[in-house]
């Protein structure tokens, strides 16, 4: 047995899972300059650890305490041979022991002893438990094991174990400091050698939480930061574990995640808050081994510089359907106005058109055809800008309208009206809006009242306008338009007004009233007859359960001709031999089933010539 390897014990502080190194103490049992080395390490049960546990224990290192210091139980050595090497015992060198225990005094002679591989540095204190290992020591019979209050000296035997390893689950749980020691002995129960002292510091039990830190609200500064530092009074609780430093733009500082800034051991903590112009509140709460946290603090607020610059808003494509061309974003958060900039070119320069505090802009001074180049910023209450937004491109709109149409003339026909009129010279006259509209007169003003129109094309100069020949008076105008949409009437309100009266072709039979159906005529475009659709009886009505009878008016006969019977139920019909170009008038009645009629329903349309 070679009593000169003495082992260094190493602590570790558990808090709620986190290892926390303490510092050893150096005061202890005598030694005659051994290294033996003591190590522990938390195998993270929830049982209660017996001596014999197994494990793979990480290493530690240390010195031997100071010999001169005299404590029993202990052995007290004489010719002790140093070895040559840190971790390996060899040689045969006499030494002798005089146990403080027993009185006996041996002679032994050092042996080859294994290699002491290191095996960490850990000491695992939780739940009231600390685990102890260390290396075998060669020719040892057991170790002992020895603890005292931390720095007191005063050396209790808690444990002898034959084993290389050693739980103490007796610890009380009050945050107090206690120093381990490991002795081995030999067959005669002499003690060979002593580890180093080793120091863990308890959690404790304590349920109450620690003090609100005090001073935080005694911070303050004359105008905005950038950076500040806050200072408190240190809490004295000994199983303080640190602070947390909590942040919020509201007044009222709540203890969320999304407010905790940091969590720190010493009593102060810089902090540099984004220069966005608004108020941040800081208080600070103090935190145990148990992880228990006091109340906030008081209340620190420091103002900042607003040095922080908008999102850059999102540009849309520009509209380019109306006279100007008018440029979109999306609003942007903390904006105050928005600018837009301007460029011929796709790298610049960009010159500033607009300022608004809307999110759209008009362009009033572009130039038919040429390409702009638009891009906007945000800017807030502080005069920070924005980067630009993407750059978009657009062409300025044509906003100049073709000249209004000359030559217009309007002929009444049997079909309704025949207009002419003289081509408009626009070079980009898309084609005309033919218009029609009720004349009303208030003394010696007359007003055109217009309608919807019909499109035609560009090359077009003439058109048969529908209208059935009823004998009204209306009037027409003829409205050129380009391709971006630019009407001449829409845009200078001026156009040449004609007026004209139709032919008057209505049927001299009067049409009874009291019939049961209502009649809706229709042309079919192409020249492919007229549609016909009555509604207001059903088939289960007696009314027409003979059928219906269809009729159209004969001007030569000057009388009403059935054109059609059909049978009951039905409701359409389509008239295949109507005469083009001219008006054409019907009628339609219910039959019961002793053939008698209703009153007639009526309807018109203006057919034009094929």
Known sequence: MNPAKIATVVALVSTGGLLTAVPAATAGLPSAGSDLRLTATDDQDTGAASAADGGTPASASGTAPDAASAYAPVSTFS?????????VFTGTSAFTSTSALSGTTSTWAASTTPQLRAKGDLVAFYAGQVKLFWPAS?????????????????????????????????????GASYDYQVHPYDRAGHETGVSATRTITTASRNDEPPAAPKGVEDNKATGPVSQLTLRWDANTEPDLAGYRVYRSTSSTVELTEANLLTTVSSSSYTDEPPQTGAAFSYVVTAVDNNGHESAPSGTARYDTYDTTAPSAPAIRTPDTSGSNLVIKWTAVGGAAVYRVYRATSADGPFSRIAETSQTSAEDTSTTEDVQYFYRVTAVDSAGNESRPSMTISAYGPDIVAPSPVTGVTVTPTEYGFELHWDANPAKDLKGYNIKRGELTTDGDVS???????????????????PHVADGETTCFIVDPYDDDGNSTFETTREAQIVVATALDLRPSVQTPSGSPLRLDASDLTGGYGNSLHWFGLTQADPEQAGGYRVYRWNRETSSYEVIAELPSGTSDFVDKDAPLGTSNFYWVTAVDAEGRETAPADSSVANVPA
């Open 447 to 465: 007003v055109c009242r217009l309608y919807g129109g019909y499109w035609v094309g560009a090359d077009a100069t003439s058109y048969a306008y």
């Open 79 to 87: 010719s002790v041979s140093s070895p040559t090497s840190p971790s």
């Open 138 to 174: 060669a020719d040892a019979a057991g170790y002992r094991v020895y603890r005292s209050p931390a720095g007191a000296g005063r050396w209790t035997a808690i444990a002898t174990t034959a084993a290389t390893r050693y739980t103490d689950t007796t610890l009380p749980m009050t």
